[in-house]
C-alpha cells in the first residue's frame, strides 16, 4: 500500500509545472500586413446546353411532385368534407341551418354515387352513413392511384435516365 508523504513526487510536479504552462497568457503575434491579390476575371460559360423544348429531368420531377401534391390537397379537401358530413349525419346536426346545408350540398354529387351500396342504419335522429366512409375509402385509393401514376409517368422515369 502506497504511503501518504507531504511533499509532492516527481508526476505530481511535472503534472502542477504542465498545468501552469496551460494557463499561463498566451502571446499574439501581429499579423503580417495582407498581400494584395489580383482579382480574377470571372469566366462565362453557356449554361443552356439542353436542346430547345426540352426539360431536364429534375424539372420535370418537380412538376409531377407539385402535381401530386395539388392531387393529394384536393382529395384530401374531398375527404374531409365527406368526413364532415358524416358527423353532422351522426350527431343528427339541424339539415336546415347554413353550415349543415352547405356541407350536404357540397357532398352530395359526391357520396350520391355510393348511396345504396351500403345500408345506412338510424338510431333514432342520428344517421350512421355507411356510404360516406365508403365515399372517403374509394376517394383515397384513387388519389393513391393517381399520384402513384403520376410517379410511375414522370417522377421514377427520369431518375434512371
Request: glycine share 4%; charged share 15%; net charge negative.
Amino acid at each position: 500500500m502506497a504511503r501518504y508523504s507531504p511533499e509532492p513526487n516527481d508526476d505530481e510536479t511535472a503534472r502542477r509545472e504542465a498545468e501552469t504552462r496551460l494557463y499561463q497568457p498566451v502571446q499574439q503575434i501581429p499579423a503580417a500586413e495582407p498581400t494584395e491579390v489580383e482579382p480574377v476575371p470571372p469566366t462565362y460559360t453557356n449554361v443552356n446546353v439542353m436542346p430547345a423544348g426540352a426539360r431536364p429531368a429534375n424539372e420535370r420531377a418537380v412538376a409531377a411532385a407539385r402535381c401530386n401534391a395539388v392531387l393529394m390537397w384536393l382529395f384530401g379537401l374531398i375527404e374531409a368534407l365527406i368526413a364532415i358530413r358524416f358527423i353532422l349525419k351522426a350527431v343528427a346536426a339541424n339539415a336546415g341551418s347554413p353550415f349543415a346545408a352547405l356541407i350536404y350540398g357540397i357532398t352530395d354529387p359526391l357520396v350520391g354515387p355510393f348511396i345504396g351500396v351500403l345500408a345506412t342504419p338510424a338510431i333514432g335522429p342520428a344517421v350512421i352513413e355507411l356510404p360516406a366512409l365508403l365515399a372517403i375509402l374509394i376517394y383515397f385509393l384513387i388519389s393513391l392511384l393517381l399520384t402513384r401514376l403520376i410517379r410511375i409517368l414522370f417522377i421514377d422515369h427520369s431518375v434512371g435516365s
